[in-house]
């Protein structure tokens, strides 16, 4: 079947570090890969995707690789901010369908 | 302004109670979404439609109940059947069922069952 492993959180970073979330996926066929972010009391709003293999998909320094070879989508950014605050969900569409499968989310903590 | 609209933001009923969700949207999108979120879950998607009239059950369908009579609304009904209600709500559009497409998502509502 189809399913999303995201690493546990929550991270914690100083601002200005380096970050990593590890995504893994599995699919049948070519699926379209998201990153979306969940602000405090809020609704999701993507972030970025990716929909073919070595596809990059990027958006506010955040960026994240379709890898199919390892079936992964891992989202980085080189120096986090305090606002970067959030929880981000990993999420995949599986090829020729419209829903969405989400991974269980990781929440990052940036403090100053 | 475009985007998609839950109201209200809060809402508590009593057990035993059928309490409906609002979900409206303008951005003419075809397709609509519920998704349920529990702490450490994730997203699990309820039910969706893809088009006016017509709607399809999701993987948690069971105690819900969803109408689709116009292209900009998709209210959520919670019934008495739905075990463990409590949870926040997330309502979503898309442009139309391509895999690639975005869903954009409403601020969505927190609902308490006391």
């Known amino acids: 079947g189809n399913s999303v492993t995201q690493m546990e959180g929550p991270v914690t970073l100083s601002e200005e570090a380096f970050l990593t979330i590890n995504c893994t996926y599995t699919?049948?066929?070519?699926?379209?890969l998201f990153w979306y972010v969940q602000y405090p009391g809020e609704g999701l709003q993507l972030l970025l995707k990716?929909?073919?293999?070595?596809d990059k998909g990027s958006n506010k320094g955040f960026e994240a690789t379709y890898r199919k070879e390892t079936t992964s989508f891992h989202l980085e950014k080189g120096s986090v901010q305090v606002s970067d605050s959030a929880v981000y969900f990993c999420?995949?569409?599986?090829?020729?369908?419209?829903?969405?499968?989400f991974g269980t989310g990781t929440r990052l903590q940036v403090f100053p | 302004d475009g985007g998609i609209t839950q109201s209200p933001k809060y809402l508590f009923r009593k057990e035993g109670q059928n309490v409906t969700l609002s979900c409206e949207q303008n951005?003419?999108?075809?397709?609509m979404y519920w998704y349920r979120q529990d702490p450490g879950q994730g997203l699990r998607l309820i039910y969706y439609?893809?088009?006016?009239?017509?709607?399809q059950k999701g993987d948690i369908a069971e105690g819900y109940s969803v109408s689709r009579e116009k292209k900009e609304s998709f209210p959520l009904t919670v019934t008495s059947a739905q075990k463990n209600p409590t949870a926040f709500y997330l309502c979503?559009?898309?442009?139309?069922?391509?895999?690639?497409?975005?869903?954009?998502f409403g601020p969505g509502t927190r609902l308490t069952v006391l």
């Open positions: 979503a559009s898309s442009i139309d069922s391509a895999s690639y497409n975005e869903q954009f």
């Open positions: 699919a049948t066929g070519y699926p379209s």
């Open positions: 990716a929909t073919k293999a070595d």
């Open positions: 999420a995949l569409s599986p090829y020729n369908t419209d829903k969405l499968i």
């Open positions: 951005l003419n999108h075809d397709a």
């Open positions: 439609s893809q088009i006016v009239n017509d709607f």
